[in-house]
């Protein structure tokens, strides 16, 4: 295969990742909205669209799977296809936890989420960020940037951390709460482990470009 058949391959590929994760990034933003609205309907939106997901996923994993295997790629574009390979099966897993947000909004009562809807908002903004941030270090094999996106999990955590002994210390003292409270919990640890998958995708940015694997969920 000629270079520039390959490279408009990787192209393609790109610009489908890309649309996995614009896509996966509303996926995110709607199951929050969707919680927050007590919005069943948006839910099941949500619910719905993550076959989109799936699909996009299937698609990317088997072309980068062809090109590994007949192609005879150079071993910077191997490392590229098979990182794509890794990340989008990442991203399909954060698009799983937004489904997973859906179907707690379909148990809790109607009621507003009240204080605890600010830190779940806060931590979806930077979930987003992260997710943007991350395609685009990928396309631009920017290793740099790949670090600096793990430093915002790290934000993420934290707001996690006090969101989660702020609803304990709230059902401890109500026992009117902790149905909803649970609930809180299991949305926010949702969120959480998605900042965990973008993790993920940074070390196979890094993997991409240098040929190293680091751990930089420790």
């Known amino acids: 295969m000629t270079r520039n058949i390959l490279d408009k391959r990787l192209k393609s590929l790109i610009s489908e990742l890309a649309e996995m994760g614009s896509l996966v990034e509303k996926q995110i933003y709607d199951s929050i909205n969707a919680l927050k609205n007590h919005d069943v309907e948006l839910s099941e939106k949500v619910i719905k669209n993550d076959d989109k997901v799936d699909a996009l996923n299937k698609r990317i994993e088997e072309k980068c799977l062809i090109y590994m295997a007949t192609q005879s790629p150079m071993a910077s574009d191997l490392r590229k296809m098979f990182a794509a390979s890794k990340i989008v099966t990442d991203l399909e897993r954060i698009a799983d936890y ?18 605890a809807e600010i830190p779940l908002w806060n931590m979806v903004e930077i979930l ?3 997710i943007n941030m991350s395609v ?18 790290d ?40 900042g965990d998958h973008i993790t993920n995708i940074c070390e196979w940015i890094i993997f991409s470009k240098e040929g190293d694997y680091v751990d930089l969920n420790e």
């Open 128 to 130: 987003s960020k992260m």
């Open 98 to 115: 937004a489904v997973d947000i859906c179907k707690i909004n379909k148990r809790i009562e109607i009621d507003p989420l009240g204080e």
């Open 155 to 194: 934000e993420v955590d934290v707001i996690y951390r006090k969101l989660f002994n702020d609803v304990i210390k709230k059902m401890s003292k109500d026992e009117n709460l902790i149905n909803k409270g649970t609930q809180i919990l299991f949305a926010s640890k949702y969120l959480e482990r998605m």
């Open 136 to 153: 685009e270090a990928f396309v631009n094999s920017d290793v740099e940037e790949a670090y600096r996106i793990c430093k915002l999990d």
